[in-house]
């Protein structure tokens, strides 16, 4: 990953509806079978700036050494998804879920009213790399809900493809929260991508590789920009992947 230090100083001021947040200035922790960067206040990692964007709770930036992983551990109250970038992960949960996530695949669990579950590394040799993200729900309680997807069919290139939604539209996951989490893939030299119109308020762009442009400012692996309102153009100075979420500034009742 490109260093802070090496890069050069943008000229152009940013907007105020943007502000963008560097991979080198979140929350890191290295326990030596896990090194993780916290894009928001996350266990003994607190920044009061950091608390969240709308219902977006946790992006952390996982590497699980092999034959790792978090034992069994409860968890309530939150949509939590996985996006596995290289390696593999294996599932288990009190619900009888278990399946290895390849890369490329993305898994969904509802916590609910409760739920336990372990996450580790397979792999006597390769670490795995993912992104674990927590969106808060908009309804309390329920049961317990897992499913995993392998959504290497879903991604287009110089688009946004679909991951989770409230609806489920276009074969997407159904989330218990106002939100949309998309995958961007734009390839270098590509024209300017702007996303489509939404009714939503709130954007949040994580680079999870390459390099892109937004606004006259480089954006580099680990990268995020928080939008409020309309998201300008995105240019991919390199072939460029990405996470891109629709957020609600509040948490809206789902009808």
Do not use: C
């Amino acid at each position: 990953m490109t260093s802070s230090t090496q890069r050069t100083p943008e000229k152009i001021p940013l907007p105020d509806s943007i502000r963008i947040r560097r991979s080198d200035d979140r929350g890191h922790i290295n326990h030596g079978w896990l090194d993780a960067r916290h894009s928001f206040s996350f266990g003994n990692y607190y920044d009061p700036d950091h608390m969240g964007f709308g219902s977006l709770r946790v992006i952390n930036d996982d590497r699980i050494a092999p034959g790792k992983g978090f034992d069994m551990h409860p968890h309530s109250a939150m949509e939590i998804f996985t996006y596995i970038i290289s390696g593999e992960l294996e599932h288990r949960d009190s619900m009888g879920n278990g399946r290895i996530i390849k890369a490329g695949e993305f898994q969904y669990m509802s916590a609910g009213d409760g739920v336990m579950h372990s996450e580790s590394n397979p792999s006597t040799e390769q670490s795995v790399h993912l992104l674990q993200i927590w969106i808060t729900p908009n309804q309390s309680g329920g049961p317990p809900l897992y499913a995993d997807m392998d959504t290497n069919a879903l991604k287009k290139k110089n688009s946004l493809s679909l991951f989770a939604s409230r609806d489920g539209r276009n074969g997407s996951q159904t989330m218990r929260q106002n939100a949309e989490i998309f995958f961007g893939h734009l390839e270098s030299g590509a024209k300017p991508f702007v996303p489509p119109q939404s009714p939503f308020d709130q954007h949040y762009l994580h680079l999870i590789k390459g390099q892109l442009d937004l606004a006259g400012h480089t954006l580099h692996q680990g990268d995020a920009a928080m939008i409020h309102g309309a998201t300008p153009g995105i240019v991919a100075n390199e072939d460029a992947e990405f996470l891109y979420f629709n957020l609600s500034s509040t948490n809206q009742p789902q009808k």
